[in-house]
């Protein structure tokens, strides 16, 4: 009898797909990659048309070896790795590894694992493809010539313990800019005027809303609004205007990894890190009780929305026989997208929409049932026909003026039965009245409230992920080790949902956008990525985008090297004396920043935290303002004498009192700004 091997990436793929195959089947993994580049080395021959070095990866060399011992008593090898350009890339490493004729390897690849898809593939193994390969290929070697080029520069300019990336960079910058946006964001008053209205009669009031003339008018401040109301005094109110209508909400498309990460984040705060890793394990296999392990879900690394037509049309008859007729959708979904999609794959959903989220909660873990229900509730919502709204639109007339309300009442769910979204769950205004054209109406109450614009949201984990797609930078497997990444090198604090950057991540965006402007341009790297399509796509060569890529480098890198020299960090010396041996401690920097140390290290091993002194006083007690960092390395303003004065602030607190109110002004970018948001005074900064 034939004896046949198939190596997958994850151990916890054997034991599921081991299941589905004969007993002539062994099935081993290889635990993700087998060979990479040096650690300790470049791992690129520039002299020699940028060839590069691959090694066994440390500690791989024993499972190597059985894999070897397993591949020899085979007739075929079956390479399953992952259906992407790494999974791709793997397969061509363990080619290489192995050393066994070409002719006895295939390529073969799922999207789910399940008992039909796993030996579909066997059914359809093909050769390698190298394209995807090379992909992959000039990813990581343009990922290393960054890392291994200007990371170096970085301990040079900031001591230990940093690194730069390519795409890492790229989302440390877009962080940083939002917040500078945010710390120069000056706040802009502005009023709103809601009515209270009887309908004779009625018993129920009417809100509604003030909206201008026949144009909307904004008012700004209370001066306007005073005039409005003054106006308003002696008006007659009557339902100028009653519209009914229809509106359409449509269902949402299925999941892929990006839109998952986001609303995994919003509805159930996982970060994007567990959500993979989450959806790893359901993809990978779960043992159901009376079925064994079986993958639940597809795969996880996808951009695409596509449905394969065999799942799509289960969906269908399993919404027809479960919610009616009415309930399954009649068109066909899809999505416009500038960008390549990567369409081999389809959107990520159940592999068997029968296998309810209420069926698999004894299989599941508490985390593991959450994510499984979103992914299936969306998919089964997505095949379903939209949800209807009646709507009414109200003009009620003031004299030369407007109010408005708006009411819409849920008439047919339809995907909303399965699926809703924060914004489905808003409560609808709906209108008990029964309002006519010409109806006069007595005014109850007028309500004039005073607002202010808020500054742009601080990023999410949710919020980066979807600028970082819709930029085009980095790829569906690469939005979650970006952001683990950038917080374990505490480039980036998160703090509730929200990402801060750390004095560290400023030091280093500041480098990155002097020395090296295009690795962190935004535009390059999108750029790049469609280059790394192309390759995909068989239209570039790989080694011409590195080829292109490494001069430019080298350039930027070899002019930043001599800037750098210039520019070397003296410890500087502060007033504050060790209390071990009476030096002028020094200020030297540690991975999490600034700290103070004795100079007679290492004789003398004291360190202090180092608080930066801003030259103002505390507008409570008088002592002296301090740059301090809270546990997760995002800076603010504090007083000296903490805990015994509680003074705070996120921004930089001036020596100038607001001549309005005479509270403390905080620095607003090239503005200085009273720190009392309803005072609303600015003026410019000097110097």
């Known amino acids: 009898m034939a004896k046949y091997l198939v190596i997958v990436e994850s151990p916890a793929k054997v034991k599921t797909i081991k299941k589905f195959l004969g007993s002539n089947y062994d099935v081993e993994a290889s635990n993700g990659h087998v060979r990479d580049f040096p650690k300790s080395q470049f791992g ?4 020699n048309d940028f060839e590069p070095k691959y090694i066994t990866i440390r500690g791989k060399g024993e499972l190597l070896a059985k894999l070897r011992k397993a591949a020899k008593k085979a007739d075929k090898i079956y390479l399953a790795t992952d259906p992407d350009r790494e999974g791709e890339a793997i397969s061509w490493h363990l080619t290489q590894a192995l050393k066994e004729a070409p002719e006895k390897m295939y390529r073969i690849t799922f999207n789910e694992i399940t008992k039909t898809a796993v030996k579909d593939s066997l059914k359809h193994a093909r050769e390698l493809n190298m394209n995807l390969v090379d992909a992959q290929q000039a990813r990581r070697m343009l990922d290393r010539m960054v890392g291994y080029s200007i990371s170096p520069l970085l301990w040079a300019k900031v001591k230990r313990g940093l690194s730069a990336g390519r795409v890492q960079s790229v989302a440390l910058r877009i962080i940083c800019d939002r917040e500078e946006e945010i710390n120069s964001f ?9 009515g209270t209205f009887l309908a004779e009669g009625e018993k ?5 809303k003030f909206y201008g003339t026949d144009k909307k008018i904004a008012i700004h401040n209370k001066k306007e609004m005073d005039e409005i109301l003054e106006k308003l005094k002696d008006c007659q109110f009557e339902v100028t205007e009653v519209k009914k209508g229809e509106r359409i909400k449509n269902a949402p498309l299925p999941f892929t990894t990006s839109t998952l990460q986001q609303e995994a984040s919003k509805t159930l705060n996982f970060s994007t890190q567990k959500t993979m890793r989450l959806a790893q394990q359901l993809y990978e296999g779960i043992d159901i009780k009376g079925n064994g392990t079986v993958g639940v879900i597809t795969y996880l690394r996808t951009d ?17 026989a479960q919610y009616g007729e009415q309930y399954v959708s009649t068109t066909e979904k899809s999505v416009k997208k500038g960008q390549k999609i990567q369409d081999a794959h389809e959107a990520i959903r159940p592999t068997d929409i029968s296998r309810t989220p209420a069926l698999l909660k004894d299989s599941l873990s508490r985390d593991q049932f959450r994510l499984y229900q979103l992914i299936w509730k969306r998919f089964a919502a997505s095949r379903m026909a939209a949800a209807r709204y009646e709507t009414t639109s109200v003009k009620i007339g003031a004299g030369e003026y407007v109010f408005t309300v708006a009411a819409s009442k849920v008439a047919f769910d339809g995907f909303m039965s399965v699926y809703t979204q924060d914004e489905d769950n808003k409560k609808s205004n709906v ?4 309002l006519e054209k010409g109806m006069k109406l007595t005014l109850k ?7 202010f614009t808020q500054p742009p949201a601080h990023y999410t984990e949710a ?10 930078i980095g790829r569906p497997s690469t939005y979650a080790p970006t952001i683990t990444t950038i917080i374990s090198r505490r480039y980036v604090a998160k703090e509730q949902k929200n990402l801060y950057v750390t004095e560290l991540g400023e030091v280093v965006n500041h480098i990155m956008k002097q020395a090296f402007p295009s690795i962190v341009d935004v535009n390059f790297t999108a750029t790049m990525e469609g280059l790394l399509d192309c390759v995909e796509g068989g239209t570039v060569q790989w080694k011409t985008v590195v080829r292109n890529f490494y001069p430019d480098l080298k350039t930027d890198v070899d002019a ?6 210039k520019v070397e960090i003296q410890d500087e010396v502060t007033d504050v004396i060790c209390d071990n041996c009476g030096r002028n401690m020094v200020i030297k920097y540690g991975p999490h920043g600034r700290f103070l140390a004795c100079p007679g290290f290492p004789d003398c091993r004291n360190t202090k935290p180092y608080y930066e002194k801003i030259g103002v006083a505390c507008p409570k007690c008088g002592k002296e303002i301090v740059l301090k960092k809270t546990k997760k390395g995002r800076k603010y303003y504090g007083c000296e004498d903490n805990p015994e004065c509680d003074f705070m602030s996120w921004q930089k607190p001036s020596e100038k009192k607001c001549p309005v109110c005479g509270s403390y002004m905080v620095e607003k970018g090239s503005k200085l700004a009273c720190s009392q948001e309803t005072c609303g005074y600015v003026e410019q900064r000097k110097g």
Do not use: C, F, N
């Not at 690129?44 to 002299?47: A, G, K, L, P, T």
């Not at 209108?431 to 029964?434: P, W, Y």
């Not at 109450?445 to 607002?451: D, I």
């Open 445 to 451: 109450e007028l309500k004039p409230e005073q607002h």
């Open 463 to 472: 919020s980066l992920v979807k600028t970082m797609e819709e930029l085009g």
């Open 186 to 194: 000056i706040p802009e008053e502005y009023w709103s005027l809601d």
């Open 431 to 434: 209108l008990s009245q029964s």
């Open 44 to 47: 690129i021959d520039v002299e």
């Open 304 to 320: 695409s929305t596509r449905i394969s037509e065999e799942a799509d049309g289960a969906a269908r008859a399993y919404i027809a």
């Open 204 to 208: 129920k009031a009417l809100e509604a």
């Open 560 to 565: 930043a090297q001599r800037e750098l020299e």
